[in-house]
């Protein structure tokens, strides 16, 4: 029996009840606990719809459909084919549409410093305006 499953979530509401009633239950066929069992249903739906809401937030365990909806709200552009096994952070790249920062990925630029990014972009370390933030 999982932690999350209906029973269990049945169980500990009726372990909450005060003795008394529980006995009263017994002795009426178990009204009170077919009630609690319906309620746990429900609250074992809500707990796996949440457990996937949590999933949706990163980019390694959402589901297809969110993938376009967490590079916009970044900002990024997709590749030609991000979806499918393996898919990680790296399945969507960060780009800029300005000449500012020919080759260097915004992400970098805002979280690196200047020392860093000269040694990962050999090619446009020369060119001052390629590690600008903003």
Not at 26 to 47: D, S
Request: proline share 6%.
């Amino acid at each position: 029996m999982s932690r999350n499953d209906a029973n269990d979530y049945a169980q500990r509401l009726y372990a909450r009840v005060p003795a008394y009633y529980r006995v009263l239950d017994e002795e009426q066929g178990m009204p009170l606990y077919a009630l609690l069992a319906t309620v746990g249903e429900q609250v074992a739906n809500i707990r796996a719809d949440l457990d996937a809401l949590w999933d949706d937030f990163f980019i390694e365990t959402c589901e297809d459909w969110v993938v376009p909806y967490l590079a916009s709200l970044t900002g990024t552009h997709l590749l030609a084919n991000p979806v499918g096994v393996g898919r990680s952070m790296f399945d969507v790249r960060f780009s800029n549409s300005t000449p500012t920062r020919p080759g260097v990925e915004n992400v970098d630029v805002e979280i690196g410093d200047a020392e860093t990014l000269a040694a990962k972009y050999p090619d446009v370390a020369d060119d001052p305006r390629a590690f600008q933030r903003g």
